[in-house]
């Protein structure tokens, strides 16, 4: 069932697990986003960049999660703009029938992230659309990096407190020390987990974890089996997200490790199979992989058997 992000994450804060949001650009991606929730019985988030909503259009996005909402009745989802730019992405989301809606106003001055996200939270909740917003920078941080350093650009936990009360946003996204792609960390994987769990004592909601995927070394494999080429890719292992969730997370974004698990079968079908031209053929494997790393990844969240 299509449901506000907001309940979702309601229960996973309150029950101390996280539910895995996963980006979509095309049907395959969101179909094995489904199978996955039904056969491991998991709440899910979809979510959709505004690169993805250029790429497929808000309303086919919508449509295609809807129709496979009823199909599993069963299952809690909620579709999600992730990263929306300005208010007005936010209010085309939700006109086209989004649950859940990012303002990303994180690269602004704080003021200014916070008129504009109150503004997304004044609209989203007359229609019971949940709203989450960012803080701080996606960064990785290294060990030798300078305490003043790190204050400058990881999530500010008195800023945080007075975030939450005065914009109202329902889940935060605290930069701490995560960054998006396949390359997070130059040295030994690192996150400030102490400033996670003080955020989360203060503010007392929903977390979100960014730039949250793991590489695992199958898929990393899988991928450079192929030709492919992901030298010096690095994700956020396993153990760390178990602690994250520990510390108050409750969302964990994941995009590029669906990409290399997807990509990976359509470059293996392409070598082994010169002649096959059936689009099929190469997107049945590829949403098996995917679907194998996604359930995989709902039992490290803890959102397996949870519906
Ligand atoms: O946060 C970024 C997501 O991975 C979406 O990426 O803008 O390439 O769709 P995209
Ligand atoms: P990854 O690049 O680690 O998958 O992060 C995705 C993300 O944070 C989407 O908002
Ligand atoms: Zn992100």
Same mark, same amino acid.
């Given at each position: ?12 804060? !309150? /029950? ?65 703009? /992730? ?27 704080? %003021?200014? *992230? ?13 229609? *019971? ?14 060990? *030798? ?5 790190? /204050? ?48 989360? !004592? ?14 695992? %070394? ?20 396993? %153990? ?39 689009? !099929? ?24 058997? !949870?519906?």
């Amino acid at each position: 069932m299509l449901v506000s992000g907001a309940e979702i994450l309601k229960n996973a804060h !309150r /029950d101390g697990y996280a539910v895995g949001a996963f980006n979509i650009n095309n049907m395959e991606m969101l179909k094995a986003i489904f199978e996955s929730a039904n056969e491991m019985n998991s709440p899910i988030i979809v979510e959709a960049s505004e690169g993805a909503i250029k790429y497929a259009g808000a309303d086919m996005l919508y449509a295609m999660t809807k129709t496979l909402s009823e199909r599993y009745p069963h299952i809690p989802v909620a579709l999600h703009l /992730d990263h929306g730019t300005t208010v007005e992405s936010c209010i085309r989301a939700i006109r086209a029938g989004f649950t859940s809606v990012m303002i990303d106003a994180s690269h602004d001055s704080f %003021e200014e *992230n916070m008129a504009k996200t109150k503004a997304v939270v004044d609209i989203a909740h007359t229609v *019971n659309v949940g709203v989450e917003a960012e803080l701080g920078r996606l960064m990785g941080i290294e060990d *030798n990096i300078v305490v003043d350093e790190r /204050d400058a650009v990881l999530v500010n936990v008195a800023e945080a407190e007075e975030f939450v009360k005065k914009a109202g946003v329902d889940y935060l996204a605290p930069a701490i020390g995560t960054s998006h792609g396949a390359f997070k960390f130059k040295g030994e994987p690192k996150l400030d987990f102490q400033r996670l769990q003080d955020v989360k !004592r203060v503010t007392d909601v929903p977390l979100v974890l960014h730039g949250a995927s793991s590489i695992p %070394e199958e898929a990393r494999q899988a991928f450079e089996s192929t030709g492919g080429d992901l030298k010096g890719s690095k994700g956020v292992p396993f %153990e760390f997200l178990t602690e994250a969730i520990k510390g108050g997370i409750n969302k964990v974004n994941t995009d590029t490790d669906l990409r290399i698990a997807f990509m990976a079968e359509v470059r293996r079908v392409v070598n082994e199979k010169p002649s096959e031209f059936d689009p !099929r053929k190469f997107f049945n494997p590829a949403m098996d992989s995917v679907k194998a790393l996604i359930k995989k990844r709902m039992e490290v969240l803890g959102s397996a058997g !949870r519906v």
